[in-house]
């Protein structure tokens, strides 16, 4: 039953429609006024369903045909003032070692052997003016660098020997700004090699951060900013890609220089390219623990551009990572040293929409077997063998399609906090208040589902991560303390910009699959499965969980007590050792 915001008492159906439509369009001007929406929205749906008798709702009992009209307008509103993204939008291509975050309205795009340009991110769509089917010729350069580049594409296939990284300055006619980029040939085979052109930045070691922290007591935020000081940012960039107060990264600048006795900020960046070269040349190996660095790829996998992360040591053994819908691959310190200690390598595929991945074209019911099809092809390319399928939270659906596809790939399934299939309305009724509406939304009333989601995309990319993480875990209290840690609240609200990166299609697809009933595809899996679930779960509750372990004997459940959706975080050991033992069960 839906309960009024505070404050109000109960309204009668119309009122409450009028108000509704009043927070559809509301919306549209304040980001921030998604929240109230859903209240609203939640109270029309309860309603709806309500008015149905029966055990189950007939199919889409909560379409609203009278609000039609004014979702459409809405989202054409939503469309027209939708900020631009604060990714992670950046392909993993290995010629720098900065965080997704870093140079998220910087041009990035790939290049075949033919000079066509065939990926290509938001930002090099609005500064350069990219269209599908742009080619070298449509790039602001003069003739020596395009020749250049020219030549670069022409080499692919041949050896690496001989393809230095061009340096290129592209300056642009309507800002009269210039645009310092590099281009290299990403070694993946002679059939997949694409040259990516992406900002010129500083590579960042890793052991900067422990020279910092013990030769000049930076803290780690202070540390983060001098990265991005090292590679050219202002404080009022800074301040908005950290979503703090520019006066605030003003004072930390401030701090920084005076604990590195510099006295103005070309002097620091001087001193931070120096410290640069010496943590790359004396590895601090020695006593000082250095913070780990995630690999990157860039594949082409069936015709589309697959960024994949990789976690964990270059000899360890495969656990292909499968990210939920707001999760995306980062992992805790604990993850990271336990990946060291288990010898695992977690090969983390983007999936379609997702970060910089390319969308898929085919139809959304196509997506589960199209993805599986996309692991097969990552897995030959990259030479691995046998793995362990990992599915996190949304995950699990894809984890299940990939081991009934190609089960002689695999070693087992592993599940963390994943989804099990809905049976009835029942396992909705368990979820918490904001993930049971969306599902209901996606499950009852799905032509309304891109505008409910259009708004949650505007409200994060306006500054509401944090807003977004409390409505999604303040009824979780086993949840929250554990996503208000620094570590894993960065690592949740950076899931946050690597999902709505691309706009709102990768929810789309995702919420159609996993509100339905995907039995048929468990059935098919007779690969071992170790399901990983919170007892306090807010989203899939561990009696539905256990009801779908029970009388499967390939199906294996590890209870974490008081424990809730974010038990990869807090206790990645479980689902870590239980991929190590499927593969020991192999090898």
């Known amino acids: 039953m839906h309960v009024p915001p505070r404050g109000e008492e109960p309204t009668p159906p119309d009122t409450e429609r009028d108000r509704l439509i009043e927070a559809i369009y509301r919306i549209a001007l304040d980001p921030q006024s998604y929240d109230d929406f859903m209240d609203r929205w939640g109270g029309y749906v309860s309603r709806r369903l309500l008015s149905h008798k029966g055990a189950a709702p007939p199919p889409e009992p909560a379409n609203a045909p009278e609000l039609d009209p004014h979702f459409a307008i809405a989202t054409q509103l939503l469309d027209q003032t939708m900020p631009p993204p604060v990714p992670p939008d950046a392909p993993g291509d290995g010629l720098d070692a900065n965080s997704d975050s ?5 041009p990035r795009f790939l290049i075949d052997s033919v000079g066509r340009i065939v990926w290509y991110n938001t930002a090099s769509e609005r500064l350069l003016g990219l269209r599908r089917g742009a080619t070298l010729d449509d790039l602001p350069l003069e003739p020596g660098p395009l020749a ?10 041949a050896s690496a020997e001989g393809r230095p990284p061009l340096a290129l300055v592209m300056p642009l006619a309507q800002s009269g700004e210039v645009l310092h980029m590099q281009a290299g040939v990403i070694p993946d085979g002679a059939e997949n090699e694409v040259i990516v052109v992406a900002p010129l930045a500083a590579r960042w070691p890793a052991a900067m951060a422990a020279l910092l922290r013990d030769d000049f007591g930076l803290t780690r935020s202070e540390t983060e900013i001098c990265e991005w000081i090292a590679n050219g940012h202002s404080a009022a960039q800074i301040a908005g890609a950290r979503d703090s107060a520019l ?4 004072t930390q600048i401030k701090r920084i220089m005076a604990k590195m006795r510099t006295t103005a900020q070309p002097e620091l960046v001087r001193l931070l390219h120096l410290l640069m070269r010496l943590a790359e040349t004396h590895r601090y190996a020695d006593g000082i623990a250095t913070a780990p660095e995630t690999a990157r790829r860039y594949l082409r996998v069936n015709g589309r551009a697959m960024p994949v992360n990789l976690h964990g040591p270059e000899d360890g053994a495969p656990v292909i990572f499968l990210h939920g819908m707001l999760d995306g691959t980062d992992i805790t310190q604990e993850a990271h040293r336990l990946l060291d200690t288990l010898k695992l390598r977690l090969v983390c595929p983007v999936r379609p929409f997702f970060g910089a991945a390319e969308g898929d074209p085919g139809p959304p019911e196509g997506a589960l077997a199209r993805m599986a099809s996309d692991i097969a092809q990552l897995m030959r390319q990259m030479g ?6 990992m599915g996190h939270m949304a995950g699990a659906l894809y984890a299940f399609a990939a081991a009934a596809e190609t089960p002689e790939r695999f070693a087992g399934v592993v ?10 309305p029942g396992q909705f009724a368990s979820m918490a208040p904001r993930q049971r509406l969306v ?26 991560e944090r807003r977004f993480l409390l409505s999604l875990y303040q009824d979780a209290p086993a949840d929250l303390p554990v996503a208000l840690r620094p570590e894993v609240q960065a690592i949740l609200r950076g899931g946050y910009r690597f999902s709505v990166a691309q706009g709102h299609r990768a929810f789309e697809i995702d919420s159609h699959h996993v509100v339905q009933d995907w039995t048929e595809i468990v059935e098919r ?6 399901l990983v679930h919170g007892t306090e779960d807010p989203v899939v509750s561990i009696a539905s969980v256990r009801a779908f372990a ?16 974010l038990v990869f975080y807090k206790t990645p050991g479980l689902a870590l050792r239980a991929a190590r033992e499927l593969l020991d069960g192999v090898e």
Do not use: H
Not at 102 to 106: V, Y
Not at 550 to 565: F, K, M, S, V
């Open 102 to 106: 870093d140079n998220c309205a910087a």
């Open 148 to 157: 250049a580049l020219r030549r670069m594409a022409a080499r692919m296939g």
């Open 247 to 250: 006066a605030t990264v003003r």
């Open 384 to 389: 691995l063998g046998r793995a362990v399928l």
């Open 415 to 424: 599940n963390v906090a994943g989804g099990v299939p809905i049976l009835g």
């Open 439 to 464: 599902a209901y939304t996606a499950r009852y009333s799905p032509a309304v589902l891109p505008f409910v989601l259009r708004a949650g995309v505007r409200q994060l990319r306006s500054g509401g």
């Open 525 to 530: 899996v007779a690969l071992p499965v170790q």
């Open 550 to 565: 029970d009388g499967r004997a390939n199906c294996e459940l590890i209870e974490a007590p008081e424990t809730g959706q």
